[in-house]
């Protein structure tokens, strides 16, 4: 199993700035991978980062908007730019999963953007 | 296309059994996963099925039928804290990120 810290667990931010969330693992991962999870809304997958290389972004999401860092087998941020209310969400970050094992979450980021 | 469809919302009352079904269609198969989530919380993991037929864990129990692309929840004796959204995922490759149905959510009243 994996243990995974992401914080901040919650804030509260104006329209234009930007914030940066940190996802932490306990144990090496070759992948890790962030959702967006909009109100009332199922989870939907932003990027998937790998360990030296750009992230790939799914469709409706770019770089500019959400940079992802991914510095080592450990650790990774991604970053919400140039915020508006309609990126008001909980961030998850996630790790990939082993053989016949499920993803491990983060305990999410709730942003609230006003 | 990749498309995980579940109900909305479903209503039980305490002590009953209710069966949350998902249906998919994925460009690859790699496993299914039921996920609980309260709210404001991360999901927290349930089950996963691989192979087709029942997987029982306690109060819960996942079905899946490859060939009709077809899994259920089934959770029994309801209680009052299974209140929760419930999230059917498939995974599509080994390697890859989880797709996410929309998620349905159960309200348990007494």
């Known amino acids: 199993s994996a243990v995974i810290s992401q914080k901040p667990s919650r804030d509260i931010c104006q329209r234009g700035t930007s914030l940066t969330i940190q996802c932490q693992v306990d144990?090496?991962?070759?992948?890790m991978f962030w959702y967006r999870q909009q109100p009332g809304q199922s989870l939907t997958l932003i990027a998937t980062?790998?360990?030296?290389?750009?992230?790939?972004?799914e469709s409706g999401f770019v770089i500019d908007k959400f940079p992802i860092s991914r510095p080592n087998l450990t650790f990774s941020t991604l970053t919400v730019s140039n915020m508006s209310p309609e990126d008001s969400s909980i961030y998850l970050c996630s790790v990939e999963r082993g053989v016949k094992t499920e993803a491990f979450f983060g305990q999410g980021t709730r942003l609230t953007v006003v | 296309g990749q498309n995980i469809d579940q109900p909305t919302e479903m209503t039980a009352t305490e002590g009953a059994i209710v069966q949350i079904n998902c249906t998919y269609q994925t460009s690859g198969f790699n496993g299914l996963f039921w996920y609980q989530q309260h709210a404001g919380e991360a999901p927290t993991f349930l089950s996963y099925?691989?192979?087709?037929g029942l997987e029982e864990k306690g109060r819960f129990s996942s079905f899946l039928s490859r060939s009709k692309g077809y899994s259920y929840l089934l959770l029994k004796e309801l209680q009052m804290k299974d209140s929760a959204s419930y999230l059917c995922a498939v995974g599509n490759q080994a390697g890859t990120a989880l797709i996410f149905g929309k998620g349905t959510t159960l309200s348990v009243s007494s």
């Open positions: 144990s090496q991962v070759t992948m």
């Open positions: 980062a790998n360990q030296g290389s750009e992230a790939t972004y």
């Open positions: 099925n691989v192979l087709d």
